[in-house]
């Protein structure tokens, strides 16, 4: 909340009779302002002095399109005798004596004083003077540094009770590309203290890189932003539009915890603050291979034979649950093929098993108990007259979601031969891995054992 006094327009008659309110931003002119006084200039971004400012809405630059400032004052308070105060800016020449040189005058005359007697004056007019531009025209890279001064002023016209000066650094040509700077004053003592501030610290991922970003509050606080992890500094960053920004590569999978420190470039007008965040880096997502070791088929009258075409590894492409509470990859199991021309008298039925070894990577073991399968009705082409009838094995789940499962770690039936007869019988499943979120990142192989036996 911003509080504001004015004072009564019959409270100004009261203290000094006469004095007429003007507007003055004219033309350049010399003028003595009197003697040099100790003190500072405070510009604000709210009317009022130091009774409607703190520490945070104190001004220290600008451009050449917006006001410069809504009120002008300074502290201590000016002499005995003032009636007002003024914000003036003098055109440097060489040679030319101080108080001799031309002086632009920038504020609205007024009689406003605050709670403590300090006059202030309101809204500053535009920087963007055809002076000023010009002497910047003729400066090396159109940058100077000019004379900023507030002169306490008397009631009568070219009364001076000295001035408060400090310098303006300004760099530009036009209104539109003018810019401007003055030294930042320390708070007076008494004053308001330093605006609080609150960081807050976010993670996003960005591939296999993680982005921290700080947001810095209120808006106008500016400084740098430290980002570390436990005792490490991982970088800084400046603050720019309320946020900074560092980028860490390639974080190790397990949780971190990041704190962004923020470092105000004032500290006389904001505070220093924290925010931290932890985040868990794990499996974005994977890949498995499946490589089948084929025994060979039995010889018989006739044949049992079988095939499994596994030319080309099997890929297992992952997602992430939301809550990050496991990786579930799917992906099919290579189409088996039975087929069985056995003679009459030697046909007997027949069963596919296979077995899963642990998955072996870069990064750790995967047991084959997270592994699991469904496997799907197997369909037959019989010979004319074949009695053959098949059936496909139960599904196997992950051990993630039956605590009493093996997996595939297990020998398991992909299918039968319920009823033996001549005839091709196609057997297929569909494959279903389910991690903890926790697995370490990489590529995990896995080696399968398909095996046909006859009963």
């Known amino acids: 909340m911003t509080l504001s006094r004015t004072l009564t327009s019959v409270t100004l008659g009261a203290l000094v009779a006469g004095v007429t309110l003007v507007a003055v931003a004219g033309p350049a002119s010399a003028m003595d302002e009197g003697a040099a006084l100790d003190g500072n200039i405070y510009l604000f971004s709210q009317p009022g002095g130091f009774d409607g400012n703190t520490a945070a809405t104190q001004v220290s630059s600008g451009n050449g399109t917006t006001r410069p400032w809504q009120s002008v004052t300074v502290d201590p308070a000016c002499p005995a005798g003032t009636a007002y105060v003024t914000a003036v800016i003098r055109i440097p020449q060489q040679g030319v004596p101080d108080d001799e040189l031309d002086s632009i005058e920038l504020t609205a005359v007024g009689l406003q004083k605050d709670s403590a007697g300090r006059f202030y004056a309101n809204r500053g007019d535009l920087l963007s003077k055809s002076q000023v531009l010009a002497y910047l025209a003729g400066r090396p890279g159109n940058t100077g540094e000019l004379p900023f001064l507030v002169a306490c002023r008397g009631a009568a016209a070219g009364e001076t009770y000295g001035h408060v000066m400090t310098s303006i650094t300004m760099t530009g040509t036009t209104a539109e590309n003018l810019t401007w700077s003055?030294?930042?004053?320390?708070?007076?003592?008494?004053?308001?203290?330093?605006?609080?501030?609150?960081?807050?610290?976010?993670?996003?991922?960005?591939?296999?890189?993680?982005t921290l970003t700080a947001t810095v509050a209120p808006g106008g606080a500016t400084g740098t932003v430290t980002f570390t992890e436990g005792g490490t500094t991982l970088g800084t960053a400046p603050v720019a539009d309320g946020t900074a920004t560092l980028t860490v590569t390639a974080p190790a999978a397990g949780p971190h915890t990041y704190a962004a420190a923020f470092t105000p470039a004032d500290a006389t007008a904001f505070a220093a603050s924290q925010g931290t965040t932890t985040v868990t880096v794990g499996l974005d997502s994977g890949s498995g291979q499946i490589v089948v070791t084929v025994p060979a088929a039995p010889e018989v009258d006739g044949a049992l034979t079988f095939t499994v075409p596994f030319g080309t590894p099997v890929a297992l492409a992952g997602t992430?649950?939301?809550?990050?509470?496991?990786?579930?990859?799917?992906?099919?199991?290579?189409?088996?093929?039975?087929?069985?021309?056995?003679?009459?008298?030697?046909?007997?039925?027949?069963?596919?098993?296979?077995?899963a070894s642990d998955f072996i990577g870069t990064a750790g073991t995967v047991g084959a108990k997270y592994l699991g399968w469904t496997p799907a009705t197997p369909t037959m082409q019989k010979e004319a007259g074949s009695g053959l009838v098949a059936q496909a094995g139960p599904p196997v789940a992950s051990v993630l979601d039956s605590s009493t499962s093996a997996g595939l770690g297990a020998s398991s039936l992909l299918g039968r031969a319920q009823t033996p007869g001549r005839g091709t019988t196609t057997l297929d499943a569909a494959l279903a891995l389910a991690i903890p979120g926790s697995t370490a990142e990489g590529a995990y192989t896995s080696t399968v054992t398909v095996t046909l036996v006859s009963q």
């Open 320 to 355: 992430r649950a939301v809550d990050n509470s496991r990786v579930a990859a799917a992906g099919a199991f290579p189409t088996v093929t039975v087929t069985d021309t056995r003679r009459d008298g030697l046909l007997t039925g027949w069963e596919v098993n296979a077995q």
């Open 182 to 210: 003055i030294p930042r004053a320390p708070f007076p003592g008494g004053g308001q203290s330093a605006a609080a501030t609150t960081t807050s610290l976010a993670a996003t991922a960005q591939g296999r890189d993680l």
